[in-house]
């Protein structure tokens, strides 16, 4: 019923941007929150970044300054500007997006993942 598409992962060197997009289609009533979580080798999912339908922002401590999340409603599609990246912000960035079906249901849905490689 809905998919989420990521792109723009990559392979980039510290102190390099990246800027993430995921895009929702589907049978879908109103967006309430979106968001992009992460997940390193060896660790938990983290939340990065989430943003609400009334662009109130989340961050996570380690990403403070560094990366801004933003979301253009009409087009459905979420963003993650990713700036000063580290080594440590290796992952593979899931986008998670919180929606309401045309059916008036509620759902949660995942992106399938991006990676994102940060050289020292």
């Known amino acids: 019923q809905v998919q989420l598409v990521e792109s723009g992962g990559g392979l980039v060197q510290a102190g390099g941007s990246l800027r993430l997009s995921c895009t929702a289609s589907?049978?879908?009533?109103?967006?309430?929150?979106m968001g992009w979580y992460r997940q390193a080798p060896g660790k938990q999912r983290e939340l990065v970044a989430s943003?609400?339908?009334?662009?109130?922002?989340n961050y996570a401590d380690s990403v403070k300054g560094r990366f801004t999340i933003s979301r253009d409603n009409a087009k459905k599609t979420v963003y993650l500007q990713m700036n000063s990246l580290k080594p440590e912000d290796t992952a593979v960035y899931y986008c998670?997006?919180?929606?309401?079906?045309?059916?008036?249901?509620?759902?949660?849905?995942w992106g399938q993942g991006t990676q994102v490689t940060v050289s020292s």
């Open positions: 998670n997006v919180d929606l309401t079906l045309v059916t008036r249901t509620w759902r949660n849905y």
């Open positions: 589907g049978s879908i009533f109103s967006i309430r929150v």
């Open positions: 943003i609400t339908s009334g662009n109130s922002t």
